[in-house]
């Protein structure tokens, strides 16, 4: 048995999007993640931030992250296993709005035992550019 770190999964662009759209990853948060274009959507960016999660993508997580309440950093797990997300409610959030509710349930594998994270999630859009600003209580 090795003592090397768990990897973080390294989807192609043609596998399913982790986030469960139903579109490849190269048409969904592929290009999100890669830089290719903002999300237009409070939905698509909590869905691309579910899928950097996945891939271990901190440097996106931090970059979408509203500055208000952005962490100077940030230390992902790669053993922790993020294999569902289902997407609740989504109010407000679309291109033409400034601000965004997204309520999600996130399921993990983690340590042998499985969790979800159940999270109602606040966006503002700044310009063109869709931001986390926090999970509401």
């Known amino acids: 048995m090795s003592d090397a770190p768990a990897a973080f999964p390294a989807p192609s662009s043609t596998d399913r999007c982790p986030c469960h759209s ?9 290009r999100f993640l890669g830089g290719a274009a903002d999300a237009p959507t409070a939905e698509q ?7 950097a ?5 901190a440097g996106y997580l931090l970059a979408t ?3 208000s309440t952005r962490p100077a950093t940030l230390e992902l797990d790669p053993s922790m296993r993020w294999y569902r997300l ?5 109010t407000r959030g679309g291109p033409l709005d400034r601000d965004g509710i997204v309520e999600f349930r996130a399921y993990y594998r983690h340590d042998g035992e499985r969790g979800e994270q159940h999270e109602v999630s606040a966006f503002e859009r700044d310009g063109k550019r869709w931001r986390y600003v926090s999970a509401q209580s």
């Open 53 to 57: 999660f996945v891939v271990g993508d």
């Open 86 to 90: 289902d997407v609740l409610r989504r």
């Open 45 to 51: 960016l909590m869905r691309s931030r579910y899928t």
């Open 22 to 30: 139903g579109e490849v990853f190269g048409a969904c948060c592929g």
């Open 65 to 67: 992250w509203h500055p």
